[in-house]
Nanobody, 115 residues
Framework: QVEESGGGMVQAGESLRLSCEGS?????MGWFREPPGKEREFVAE????????YYADSVRGRFTILRHITEKSMYLQMTNLKPEDTAIYFC?????????????WGPGIQVTVSS
C-alpha cells in the first residue's frame, strides 16, 4: 500500500512537496494527477533500475521526483506552480519485474494553486 501526504493550497509561483510512503525496493514509483473535470494523467515516474526519471511535458523543468529506497519513501518537489497544476495527486507503484499496470494507487491528495 502507498499513501500520499503534503498537499494543500498555494499561490501561483510557489512550491510544494508531496510525499509518498510505502514503496518497496523492486518497485517503480510514480505520480498521476486528476485535474477537476478532466481525466487522470501521468505526471512523473522513478524507475527502480535507475532509468529516467520520466516527466510529463507539462511539468518537466518544474517538478522533480526523488526516491529514498532504503526509507521506502518518494517525493514530488513541485516548483513554480501554476493554476493548471490544481488536481488530486496520486502516488502509484508497480513491481518492476512482475507488473505492467500501476497498482497500488494511493487514496489521493488535493493540491490547489490559486492565481
Amino acid at each position: 500500500q502507498v499513501e500520499e501526504s503534503g498537499g494543500g493550497m498555494v499561490q501561483a509561483g510557489e512550491s510544494l512537496r508531496l510525499s509518498c510512503e510505502g514503496s518497496e525496493r523492486a518497485y517503480d514509483m510514480g505520480w498521476f494527477r486528476e485535474p477537476p473535470g478532466k481525466e487522470r494523467e501521468f505526471v512523473a515516474e522513478h524507475n527502480w533500475q535507475g532509468f529516467g526519471p520520466y516527466y510529463a511535458d507539462s511539468v518537466r523543468g518544474r517538478f522533480t521526483i526523488l526516491r529514498h529506497i532504503t526509507e521506502k519513501s518518494m517525493y514530488l518537489q513541485m516548483t513554480n506552480l501554476k493554476p493548471e497544476d490544481t488536481a488530486i495527486y496520486f502516488c502509484v507503484a508497480k513491481n518492476h519485474l512482475t507488473q505492467t499496470l500501476w497498482d497500488p494507487w494511493g487514496p489521493g491528495i488535493q493540491v490547489t494553486v490559486s492565481s
